[in-house]
């Protein structure tokens, strides 16, 4: 694919991730990431798969799909142009949480996982923005979940079945509570 680094600069800094960063710093980083172009209905990664790299949307729509224990994946979330995943991936290298794919011919800027680690270790300030801007989205999101977490737990029991009943054990036992 195609862009050139003035191209994704323009891209870059209209994004959330990249919101508050300096041209130097968006500069700085456009060598490291990579072009791809996924065609419609194709995987770019799948549940369980090794966390390697973050992803920004530059075109096109990707679909977030969660495997169910009883019936088929659950659509978690839609991406456009402007959205990016994976930045657990860049920060832990777990296995995905999710599988990811093009609805449409979708274009993205890959950044591996690997290459921001040298950053990080070389003291890279924009790497070390990068992870800031990855961490406050991380905190958004907990906090959102937090929030929907929180009315789960407060169903009033007479409502509750034993799934519910068996959740809300599990959310007071195992999440923290920021």
């Not at 790299?53 to 402007?82: I, Q, R, W």
């Not at 991936?89 to 609805?103: E, H, Q, T």
């Not at 991380?138 to 169903?155: F, G, I, N, P, S």
């Amino acid at each position: 694919m195609d862009v050139t680094g003035e191209q994704l600069f323009h891209f870059l800094i209209k994004t959330d991730i990249f919101e508050g960063f300096t041209k130097e710093d968006v500069d700085a980083l456009i060598p490291f990431f990579k072009m791809m172009k996924v065609e419609s209905n194709h995987t770019i990664f799948e549940e369980g798969a090794i966390g390697d790299a973050l992803y920004v949307v530059l075109s096109g729509e990707v679909a977030v799909t969660k495997s169910m224990p009883n019936g088929p994946p659950h659509v978690l979330a839609h991406m456009e142009e402007g959205d990016c995943f994976g930045e657990m991936a860049l920060l832990d290298g777990a296995p995905r949480m999710a599988s990811l794919y093009a609805v449409r011919d979708t274009s993205l800027a890959r950044l591996d996982r690997s290459v921001f680690m040298q950053m990080l270790r070389d003291k890279s300030m924009p790497a070390i923005k990068l992870l800031w801007a990855m961490s406050s989205l991380l905190c958004v999101r907990q906090r959102d979940l937090t929030h929907v977490l929180a009315d789960l737990v407060e169903v009033p029991m007479q409502q509750k079945d034993p799934e519910y009943i068996a959740l809300n054990e599990l959310l007071r036992t195992h999440v923290t509570w920021n």
